[in-house]
């Protein structure tokens, strides 16, 4: 997933696809415990994207406050 798919989302479209990409990481890394995770490399692309997601909310919502002056 690269930024500019998350440029036109909402906050709340963010925070399910957020939630989305937590579930597939725990999900791989049960996978990694019990030794049947296929693409170890997954879980580095998931973190990434995990982090791409939470740094547009952050922003989206830094731009929503008002400035005090």
């Keep these: 997933m690269k930024f500019p798919e998350l440029k036109d989302m909402t906050v709340a ?23 049947q995770l296929e693409k170890p490399s997954r879980l580095r692309v998931l973190r990434k994207d995990i982090a791409r997601v939470e740094t547009r909310i952050t922003q989206l919502r830094l731009q929503a406050q008002p400035k005090a002056a």
């Design 13 to 35: 479209e963010l925070a399910a696809k957020s939630r989305d990409l937590r579930q597939e990481l725990f999900n791989l890394r049960l996978q990694k415990a019990t030794a």
